[in-house]
Nanobody, 127 residues
Framework: QVQLVESGGGLVTTGGSLRLSCAAS????????VGWFRQAPGKERELLVSFRWTVGVTYYADSVKGRFTISRDNAKNTVYLQMNSLKPEDTAVYYC????????????????????WGQGTQVTVSS
């Protein structure tokens, strides 16, 4: 069992930055696939970033490529999502997720492929 807790959301103006954190209850990121998703009202949950540190491959959705960056702090069992140049269309609830036993894929792009989820953190970008 893995508990994930996101934090760092808030209200920011267009062009601003936020850094989201995803803290795990135990060492859950080293051999796992990690994903950051978001869901806006009335829309499906959208993958933003998928990463496997053991493979060293990161997938970024086109909508965030060049603006968002994933990183981690092993000592804190925490993954971060640095979000720059935010736009009003980035407004959503942001979630981190973990797939604890990844298979042969370099990354995982759909929500059902992940085993554990955080509760989400709201990001609002005003124009």
């Amino acid at each position: 069992q893995v508990q994930l807790v996101e934090s760092g959301g808030g209200l920011v103006t267009t062009g601003g930055s936020l850094r989201l954190s995803c803290a795990a209850s135990r060492r859950a990121f080293s051999n796992s696939a990690v994903g950051w998703f978001r869901q806006a009202p009335g829309k499906e949950r959208e993958l933003l970033v998928s990463f496997r540190w053991t493979v060293g491959v990161t997938y970024y959705a086109d909508s965030v490529k060049g603006r968002f960056t994933i990183s981690r702090d092993n000592a804190k069992n925490t993954v971060y999502l640095q979000m720059n140049s935010l736009k009003p269309e980035d407004t959503a609830v942001y979630y981190c997720a973990v797939r604890v036993r990844p298979g042969g894929s370099l990354y995982y792009t759909t929500a059902p492929e992940y085993d554990y989820w955080g509760q989400g953190t709201q990001v609002t970008v005003s124009s």
